[in-house]
């Protein structure tokens, strides 16, 4: 059965403490895995897509990577503005569109 | 670029009556729209699909009489509940994807948060 599952569940970080976050998929035919984040009360906002192995993509603080059966979304020196859930999603070959979600890391940064 | 917006944003609705949610893509055509519900502390359930002028694609379990999906141009797409009752209650958002682009990535709306009493 595909799935994406996604660690920890709730992470608490000082301020300035890296670290990362595990998107992890048992799925055939990957044809993107996809990182959002979602404060409380809004929609997903769109960060990164990986399409293939070993490709890596950077935005401000944070920082995707992607291997075969996983995903690492690192956070580099975070804010307490970085607080918010952060989603990965696969989508894969022949499901119509559809994208397979994780259920979220929710990420607290301690000021 | 890449926005997408919901109206409204907060609905409060009585027993039985029905409500519509309207998603639009401001800056890009939506050749495929997608809603799911979200339900609290948990991630996002997709409801349905659809494509500029076809019929929505429901997910298992998702009632179409119930949740009826009109995409019936390139920017706009609605949900509306019908009967609507307190289970459906719930945060539902809208996303939207430009096939023509050549890539896949979903730009999601604010969501609308729906109360039945």
């Known amino acids: 059965e595909d799935q994406v599952t996604q660690s920890p569940e709730a992470l608490r970080l000082q301020e300035g403490e890296s670290s990362s976050l595990n998107c992890s998929y048992t799925v055939s035919g990957l044809r993107g895995l996809f990182w959002y984040r979602q404060d409380p009360g809004k929609g997903p906002e769109f960060l990164f897509t990986?399409?293939?192995a070993g490709e890596e993509k950077e935005k401000e603080r944070l920082k995707a990577t992607l291997t075969k059966k996983e995903s690492f979304l690192h956070i580099t020196a975070p804010k307490p503005e970085d607080s918010a859930t952060y989603l990965c999603a696969a989508y894969l070959i022949n499901t119509g569109n559809q994208f397979y979600f994780g259920t979220g890391t929710s990420l607290t940064v301690i000021p | 670029g890449a926005v997408v917006s919901q109206h409204p944003s907060r609905v409060i609705c009585k027993s039985g009556t029905s409500v519509k949610i309207e998603c639009r893509s401001l800056?890009?055509?939506?050749?495929?729209m997608f809603w799911y519900r979200q339900f609290p502390k948990q991630s996002l359930m997709l409801m349905a699909t659809?494509?500029?002028?076809?019929?929505?694609?429901?997910e298992q379990g998702v009632e179409k009489d119930k949740f009826l999906i009109n995409h019936a141009s390139l920017t706009l797409s609605t949900l509306t509940v019908t009967s609507a009752h307190p289970e459906d209650s719930s945060f539902y958002i809208c996303?939207?994807?430009?096939?023509?682009?050549?890539?896949?990535?979903?730009?999601f709306g604010p969501g609308t948060r729906l109360t039945v009493t």
């Open positions: 800056d890009f055509q939506a050749t495929t």
């Open positions: 659809s494509n500029e002028g076809s019929k929505a694609t429901y």
């Open positions: 990986l399409y293939s």
């Open positions: 996303s939207a994807r430009d096939g023509t682009s050549g890539t896949y990535e979903q730009y």
